[in-house]
């Protein structure tokens, strides 16, 4: 344990990486060392004096003690890192001196009464020196950054100082100085226009240019003076950087004189030629980079510039970088106010508009009132399963790819929303009616319907969608609860479909609120639910194998419940597990009373199976009325492939003899692969499967494969919903060896319900209960 | 796990008439009083009619912010030269198991102790700075006593517990045992206070440095024992743990005991809060309550912090562990000293209540009560944690008994 939670105190220290001070971090590996090695002092030592430490209570007799202590633990002859001592008030201790530097001014002190360091603690004192080390360095980079940025600020604000000092010094100057520093908000454009009509008309008509660097190493003219020849341009357009007096004075970054510009070593050849005699050029910059310069040059013949001029000319070009560093600023000023308001309308998982920026928008077109709007609410069937096992990373995931889907799904002009977890949302423009809107919504069903494969996990996934059209509506909430009781209701109508809002779904709501408060009751008091049993039967001798108990529900008010209406509903509300339970126990306990032979199969849910202890309760009931277990075979559908530990849950069912038996098989993925997986005892096939399979062919060909793959699995096949005695010959031939249905028996209540083993079936007889 | 009890329950933990016990030194150097009242007027009244002293310090355990007040303003009117500290609680200890007693006083005195008060605010500094400023106190003793310790009340509601003891530790030195616990609310869980003087506080620490010329003694000892392999920290933040081996804390956790959501059924606070962590340590488990848990996020919250690498484990005990740890705790603080004890001041975490349950509570008190002598006294409170640090290792624990022996 001691190198474990020497690791685990390590790890824990990763996070000194934020903190900002070097105190700060001393402080934490001090207090992480003294509680991790369960010891009495941590010292850091500098230079004969303690930096850092925890445990010296302020003592100076103590903190002495602990100085000399550490130093004649470093000096030791044998050089080992750890000795024993004696402290005054502590006794005898364990001290391990180590030095935090190369030069080894300081050392890192471990002291405590509690026994010897082992090798991995050693080691851990060894690694938070060197985390201490690291987090000194990225500190110091980050105070670097902060230096830098703060010199920045300063050069920006020395321009400005500049500019004040020397305009102080020219009346003239400094009104036209006043001129450029109005404008200098304003766009940058304007801004640099006056820079350079101002040194024009300040430096008697010389040739005025300023020209910009670009990333390709030429230089461009972004302003000249009104007075430049004709040829000036042309010529200057575009020039190499590394030619002419402008690139010199941005390579040097310093300003460049010359009052003989024919014999300079970077004179531009056409320059010359057009009789340029004297330059000035400075260069400008954009924060602490320099971009570009700013050059007045004259043709006049011994043209000399004075002082003033220079620094005329110095002080334009320090504008000329206040106003292209302004403008940079205020580019990322606005950059920022666009990335706030972006964020504070849209999810940032999905880039889609969040809820706030859909009720802007669904309240702005209620407003307008032109055309009717549709709107429709995606929910994402069962997410919470997918977070639950794949966790919340691949939850977000698969949120992504939902979004991408709908995105795809819908145009530009309709508006795609998160309105919350899995919740999505789409607000079409006015040109979609209410018809084109059930289009779209079935698209993105279809779309949204299959598995999806995100962070390397293949995730079920489906939709249910609700549509509701905004006439006779106040506000946005009206609209998204519309859409929303829609959606709830193709959910209730087992999901992933597509569901349009209208008046009758609020008192559907009623029902189903009066439904679930009716079902608490019974599945508390039992009152109103029995079990009913349908033979199992081997086809060839239409004998009785076994029953499949089936539970119904006759409600005093609401009369027969079907149980595709109140399971989903128990399922939902949380009672499955209890009516399962219910289920289980009444079965187990009527098949024992019935005293026969039989075979008995139980459906329970996914739920049940989850809850754990399944096996345990499975035994207990068996136990509890004299039920052999090897009679038992629980029920379970393809939903329970999604529960965690499942092959566990039903290995354990196994090992005490109860069967397991794949339910309602071809209702959804129909994977035999899960038979294989959940070592299923034995499948049973849907009647879907078995709906004009006298007449299809290839339906027959469908299920002889599965009949065939299933005994091949090692699993029998029992055929559901058989009703005709040519369904039943069909299946014979096919190999199937067991079924149930109407044909071989009605279910029907205990006693009566349950037959005796091996007793014979009158196929096709109506039975006299239903 | 639950073992028979010893003890018959006693028929209510309600509080029935004042209780006074006061036990003096031989040679009258040292003095403790403790008075459980129903009110601070009795309080005060008892407290005064006791007649000893000088009082260095009365710490007061009270059920309410204004009990907590009266009474601190009562002692301080009566008792001359006294310092009062104390703090809310949920319930408190005394050897007839009146948990329900409104308000104790422990009275500290007689000529050889010596006593001084400090306060750090939780809400104005971070938590270490409040601990470093609440164990000023230890400073504040005067002269320099042969012995001492620390005892600290906070409100373990704000702020990170940890740093708080981190703070004070630095402070008082590895000389100084640091005691103490964190304030309750009678498990409402959203404000407790404290009292230091004439101050009534919320949201802050009070140190008391207590000196003697005789030893002191500290024991602490959990009854909790861990199950399974542990767990590792993968994702957490603040007060809460976010996942353990990448997976959701909530589903980790449960899976670990082996259930589910479903089978714990709709008190899921109540379970977790009475199947504590255990956060290793190189001296053993340190037990971590489980504050709350959210369902939505799958996380688990604790009263502090618990960072990412750190290795937890599942703990289990019962009514037997928690019953014989109180018992050890008791043991090793009588070992520390050189004679016999006059009183014995516990901090008894509020969750084991929860575990062994009211009625065993007596079963507990009897345990400690019968390793004292006939005339010590027993007083203390159910905190929201238990603070304790001798030495190294970390100061803060849940689940556990912490006693102060004052001999």
Request: charge should be negative.
């Amino acid at each position: 344990m001691t190198s474990r939670s020497a690791a685990a105190g390590l790890i824990g220290l990763l996070d000194t990486f934020a903190l900002h001070s070097e105190d700060a971090v001393r402080q934490r590996v001090v207090d992480s060392a003294a509680e991790h090695y369960e010891a009495e002092i941590v010292a850091i030592v500098t230079g004969g004096q303690v930096a850092q430490a925890t445990g010296l209570g302020g003592s100076a007799e103590m903190e002495r003690a602990v100085v000399d202590l550490v130093a004649a633990v470093g000096s030791t002859a044998s050089g080992s890192a750890a000795a024993e001592a004696e402290l005054p008030g502590l006794g005898p201790v364990t001290v391990v001196s180590l030095p935090i530097d190369d030069d080894d001014t300081s050392r890192f002190a471990v002291i405590r009464t509690a026994g010897p360091f082992d090798p991995a603690e050693l080691q851990g004192c060894r690694a938070m020196i060197r985390i201490m080390r690291l987090a000194a360095r990225s500190i110091d980079a980050f105070e670097q950054q902060v230096k830098v940025s703060e010199q920045l600020a300063q050069e920006v604000e020395l321009n400005r100082q500049l500019a004040d000092e020397l305009a102080q010094r020219h009346t003239e100057l400094m009104t036209r100085m006043l001129d450029i520093q109005g404008m200098l908000t304003a766009s940058t454009g304007p801004v640099l226009e006056t820079i350079v009509r101002q040194a024009e008309e300040l430096l008697r008509g010389d040739v005025v240019v300023l020209q910009l660097l670009r990333p390709d190493g030429m230089l461009e003219l972004a302003q000249q003076s009104a007075n430049a020849p004709l040829s000036f341009p042309r010529s200057l357009g575009l020039v190499r950087a590394d030619e002419g007096l402008a690139g010199l004075a941005i390579e040097r970054d310093e300003l460049v004189v010359t009052h003989d510009y024919a014999n300079h070593e970077r004179a531009i050849p056409g320059l010359v030629k057009a009789g340029l005699t004297a330059t000035i050029t400075a260069p400008v910059r954009r924060r602490h980079e320099v971009v570009g310069a700013l050059t007045v040059s004259s043709r006049e013949p011994d043209r000399r510039f004075s002082r003033d001029e220079i620094e005329t000319v110095l002080l334009l070009a320090g504008y000329a970088s206040v106003a292209l560093t302004d403008a940079l600023t205020l580019d990322q000023r606005q950059r920022a106010l666009e990335e706030a308001e972006w964020q504070a309308t849209h999810d940032p998982l999905t880039g889609l508009a969040n809820r706030r920026l859909v009720m802007e928008t669904i309240t702005e077109r209620l407003a307008r009132g032109r055309g009717e709007m549709n709107v429709l609410y995606i929910d994402v069937d069962r997410f919470k399963s997918v977070n639950d096992r794949y966790g919340h990373h691949v939850g977000d995931l698969l949120i992504r790819e939902v979004a991408d889907r709908i995105n795809v799904s819908t145009r530009a002009d309709d508006l795609v929303g998160r309105l919350a977890g899995d919740e999505f949302i789409v607000v079409f423009g006015s040109r979609v009616d209410l018809r084109q809107a059930g289009h779209i919504a079935e698209r993105i069903r279809h779309r949204l319907n299959g598995p999806a494969t995100v962070g390397g996990r293949t995730v079920p996934l489906s939709v249910s969608i609700g549509i509701a059209t905004a006439d006779g509506v106040a506000t946005a909430d009206d609209v998204i609860n519309a859409a929303d009781v829609a959606m709830y209701q193709a959910k209730s109508g087992g999901r992933n479909q597509v569901g349009r809002y209208d008046e009758t779904i609020q008192s559907e709501l009623r029902h189903q609120a009066e439904l679930a408060e009716r079902l608490e009751n019974a599945v508390a008091t039992g009152q109103g639910l029995h079990l009913e049993y349908q033979p199992v039967v081997d086809i060839e001798s239409e004998t009785v194998v076994g029953h499949e108990a089936l539970l119904r529900w006759v409600d005093p008010v609401l009369g027969r419940v079907p149980p595709d209406t109140f399971i989903p509903v128990a399922e939902e509300l949380g009672m499955i597990t209890r009516l399962d339970d219910w289920v289980l126990a009444t079965a187990v306990r009527e098949a024992a009373e019935a005293g026969n032979e039989a075979r008995l199969s139980v459906n329970v849910s996914p739920a049940w199976l989850a809850a754990g202890g399944a096996a345990d309760k499975a035994a207990a009931v068996a136990l509890a009325h004299g039920f052999p277990l090897d009679r038992l075979a629980l029920e379970v559908t393809e939903r329970v492939a999604l529960a965690d530990n499942v092959t566990t849950i039903l290995r354990q069912l196994r090992a005490i003899g109860v069967r397991v038996l794949l339910d309602d098989f071809g209702t959804g993925y129909s994977s035999l692969a899960y038979v294989q997986r959940l070592e299923i005892d034995g499948i049973k096939i849907d009647r879907g499967f078995l709906q004009g399979v006298e007449s299809d062919r290839h339906a027959a060909a469908i299920l002889e494969a599965v009949v065939t793959l299933t005994d091949r699995l090692g699993a029998s096949a029992i055929a559901e919903g058989v009703e005709s005695p040519a369904q039943a010959k069909l299946l014979s031939e096919l190999g199937c060896r067991l079924a149930q249905g109407w044909y071989f028996g009605r279910p029907a209540p205990a006693p009566g319900g349950l037959l005796a083993l091996g007793a014979r079936v009158a196929p096709g007889t109506p039975s006299t209960d239903c | 796990m639950t073992a028979p009890s010893p003890l018959p329950a006693p028929e209510s933990t309600a509080f029935t008439a004042t209780d006074v016990t006061v036990a003096r030194s031989a040679d009258g150097d040292r003095v403790v009083a403790s008075i459980t009242a129903a009110s601070p007027a009795e309080a005060v009244a008892a407290s005064a009619a006791v007649g000893a002293g000088p009082w260095a310090v009365g710490l007061v355990f009270a059920a309410s912010p204004e009990i907590l007040a009266a009474t601190g303003e009562g002692l301080r009117g009566a008792l001359d030269g006294i310092d009062v500290a104390g703090c809310t609680s949920s319930g408190i200890v005394n050897r007839r198991t009146w948990v329900e007693a409104p308000v104790q006083v422990t009275l500290l005195g007689g000529p050889g102790m010596t006593a001084a008060v400090s306060v750090g605010q939780l809400d104005l500094a971070d938590s270490r700075a409040a601990g470093q400023a609440a164990a000023q106190a230890v400073r504040a003793l005067a002269p320099q006593p042969p012995h001492s310790a620390l005892i600290l009340l906070a409100d373990g509601l704000t702020g990170d517990t940890n740093h708080i003891v981190r703070g004070a530790y630095e402070v008082a030195g590895a000389l100084v045992p640091i005691v103490g616990g964190c304030a309750g609310d009678n498990l409402a869980m959203k404000a407790t206070w404290q009292l230091a003087g004439d101050q009534l506080l919320a949201r802050s620490v009070v140190g008391v440095a207590l000196g003697s010329t005789a030893p002191l003694g500290v024991g602490v000892r959990h009854g909790w024992s861990p199950i399974g392999s542990p767990m590792t920290v993968t994702a957490a933040e603040g007060n809460s743990i976010l996942t353990l081996d990448d997976r959701p804390a909530l589903d980790a956790y449960l899976e670990a005991l082996g259930f589910t959501e479903a089978s714990v059924g709709p008190d899921l606070a109540r379970f977790s809060q009475t199947r504590p962590l255990g956060l290793e340590s190189r001296g053993g488990h340190q037990v971590r309550f489980i504050r709350a848990t959210d369902p939505q996020r799958r996380s688990m919250e604790f009263l502090v912090a618990i960072g990412e690498g750190e290795l937890v484990t599942l703990m289990q005990g019962g009514s037997d562990t928690v019953v014989a740890a109180a018992g050890s705790a008791v043991d090793d603080a009588l070992a520390q000293l050189t004679g016999d004890p006059l009183g014995l001041v516990a901090f008894d975490c509020v969750a084991c209540r929860g575990v062994i349950g009211d009625g065993e509570l007596a079963c507990e008190t009897a345990t400690v009560a019968g390793q004292l002598p006939a005339g010590a006294t027993l007083s203390g409170l159910y905190t929201y944690g238990e603070i304790a640090r001798r030495g190294g290792s970390l100061g803060f624990h849940n689940q556990t008994m912490v006693v102060l022996a004052v001999q």
